[in-house]
């Protein structure tokens, strides 16, 4: 560098001389020299660039790596706890070495690793930092770096460390179950309480909403009768010792009023005879379960309680008789309408010709049967072509099989005799002559 200022220099004299004498050599031998040191000049400054260029080329490119720093280690931060601070660098290819700051004084000295340890002796608020840049070969100068961005540290004692927040308890909650939601004036609900978590020496106060006192029991379950209709919210409390805990949500209670129900009571036959049956029957609106009933026919008589409908009864005499029924539907008896049975005599002489009918009818079929049964009883004893067994070697023995005959022969016959009996309806009683007896000749059978 020294050498080429210096021919600069003489270029810049050459010039000066060049103008002296121009005045005295000429405008010609001037300009010869001035052309001359101008060209001394631009041949310098270009050996100046050729020096400078490679100087540049060789320097790196810093303005493309870039560095991130962080700490690793969470909080609490406390004295003499060692804390890893990590540099990250981009591009992640390139060969590294690393400075840190740890801002109370200390530093790492240029490293190759990315990440080192250390611990502040002292309380107070620091801020890290990190500087890197290109390993340079062994014998060139350094190369320049580049600075990361700045990390805070506060180390607080110990005993100011922020404390873990602890989980606060579970607030107790309370639910409560009635049963039935739907009733009718003087029925009662059971009501129920859950407490969650269970807790010792709590006690339960139910409101039902109906006005009615109400005072804290260590019992969970309580049973309460409503009187009046209506709609009402019932609800309950916890408390444990003098403390309220807990108070369940509103469960709403629908008390019906009282349906007045109708009992109608109906008859097949309002004009029955005297020993005619009559059937009753009848019908409850609205439905409820479990009623009783119990029929008076009016004429001293009832019915067994508890009966159901339909229900028969038989008046002797003949005269008006008022009959209706009574219901038992829970406390409460409800009776139905009257029913006017007008119950008329028996007539003697129709009685009488209805009686002669009756056996007229009975003989006529009797006689009837018994003509039927003799001419079918003619028709299985007749046969065509019958002939009286002449033959005293064939007798019958006497028989029990319903008609099915066996014959004995005393001598075998000749020439050979088959014989038959017609099947005669006389439970095994046979009329020897009624037999029939056929005798085989020449492969041909004659009855």
């Excluded at 310098?44 to 720093?69: D, W, Y």
């Excluded at 009933?293 to 309680?305: K, M």
């Excluded at 009864?313 to 038992?328: D, G, I, K, S, T």
């Excluded at 007539?347 to 209805?354: A, K, Q």
Aim: hydrophobic share 40%; proline share 9%.
């Amino acid at each position: 560098m020294p050498l080429v200022h210096a021919e600069v220099r003489e270029a810049v004299l050459r010039v000066t001389s060049a103008r002296t004498r121009m005045s005295e050599t000429g405008r010609e031998s001037a300009a010869h020299l001035m052309l001359t040191a101008l060209l001394v000049v631009c041949f310098s400054a270009s050996s100046i660039q050729a020096q400078e260029l490679p100087t540049r080329v060789a320097q790196p490119q810093v303005s493309q790596l870039r560095v991130e720093l962080s700490m690793e280690d969470p909080p609490p931060l406390e004295p003499g706890r060692p804390l890893r601070f990590v540099a990250r660098a981009e591009p992640a290819d390139k060969r590294l070495e690393y400075h840190f700051y740890f801002g109370d004084g200390h530093a790492s000295g240029w490293v190759r690793e990315n990440q080192v340890r250390h611990a502040y002796a002292n309380m107070g608020a620091f801020q890290a930092v990190v500087f890197a840049r290109e390993t340079a070969p062994e014998g060139t100068p350094a190369r320049p770096s580049i600075r990361s961005n700045r990390v805070p540290i506060t180390i607080v004692p110990q005993a100011e460390q922020p404390k873990l927040q602890q989980p606060k308890p579970q607030q107790p909650v309370v639910r409560l179950e009635i049963l039935p939601p739907e009733l009718r004036p003087g029925e009662s609900v059971q009501a129920r309480a859950y407490l969650d978590p269970a807790m010792e020496r709590v006690e339960y106060r139910f409101d039902f909403g109906d006005g009615e006192p109400a005072a804290f029991q260590p019992e969970t379950a309580l049973e309460h009768r409503y009187a009046a209709p209506g709609m009402y919210e019932a609800f309950v409390q916890v408390q444990q010792g003098n403390r309220l805990i807990a108070e369940s949500e509103r469960v709403r209670i629908a008390v019906a009023p009282v349906l007045a129900h109708r009992l109608l009571l109906e008859v097949d036959r309002r004009n029955p005879l005297a020993g005619q049956a009559v059937r009753f029957s009848w019908r409850l609106e609205p439905h409820a379960p479990d009623v009783l009933y119990l029929v008076d026919f009016g004429d001293g008589n009832q019915s067994p309680q508890g009966a159901q409908s339909p229900v028969e009864h038989v008046y002797a005499e003949p005269r008006e008789y008022r009959a209706l029924l009574r219901a038992r539907i829970g406390t409460e008896e409800v009776i139905s309408n009257e029913v006017l049975v007008s119950v008329s005599p028996v007539d003697r002489d129709n009685l009488y010709m209805l009686i002669a009918l009756i056996g007229a009818a009975i003989g006529v079929l009797l006689a009837a049967w018994l003509i039927i049964r003799r001419i079918r009883t003619k028709k299985e004893t007749s046969a065509p072509d019958t002939h009286t067994l002449l033959d005293p070697s064939i007798r019958i023995s006497p028989h029990k099989d319903s008609g099915s005959q066996v014959l004995e022969f005393g001598s075998p016959a000749k020439p050979p005799l088959e014989v038959r009996l017609n099947p005669v309806s006389d439970s095994g009683r046979q009329i020897m002559d009624q037999g029939t007896a056929a005798r085989k000749k020449k492969g041909v059978s004659h009855e």
